[in-house]
């Protein structure tokens, strides 16, 4: 499972470094140590936290980070699998993005629960980058 250090972290929440330190902190969200001492945070916790952060449970005013070509840096926070389609939530920040794709799309990107990824708007279609 993929782990996200705070400022990535902060990146993925479109919150300041010193917000997600103060979370982590504070407990509201659990780290762990790497062997260099970094804190790490698991992408599983780091997900299911962004959804929290995007319901309004954990902010504090700031603003999220957006792009001016529509790209919304994220989290993955769920995928569903049906036979061919598949459907894929992005946390970014305060913004819950949700794609219909190919579950052989889904497959070839190795998306799940935890994994930083872009989802890209154009018109109605979102189209899901990995990074």
Do not use: C
């Not at 790497?34 to 319901?55: C, H, K, P, W």
């Not at 529509?70 to 949700?98: C, S």
């Not at 998306?111 to 279609?125: P, Y």
């Amino acid at each position: 499972m993929q782990s996200y250090t705070i400022g990535q972290a902060a990146r993925l929440l479109g919150v300041s470094s010193d917000t997600a330190r103060r979370w982590a902190d504070a407990g509201r969200v659990i780290t762990h140590r790497d062997e260099n001492g970094r804190r790490l945070i698991d992408g599983r916790d780091l997900a299911a936290f962004s959804v929290e952060v995007g319901q309004g449970a954990a902010g504090d005013g700031e603003e999220a980070y957006t792009s001016a070509r529509n790209a919304f840096p994220g989290i993955v926070t769920a995928v569903k699998l049906g036979d061919v389609a598949a459907q894929v939530e992005i946390q970014a920040g305060p913004h819950r993005l949700v794609s219909l794709l190919t579950r052989e799309a889904v497959e070839e990107l190795g998306l799940e629960v935890g994994m930083q990824a872009t989802a890209r708007v154009k018109s109605t279609s979102v189209h899901i980058d990995v990074t």
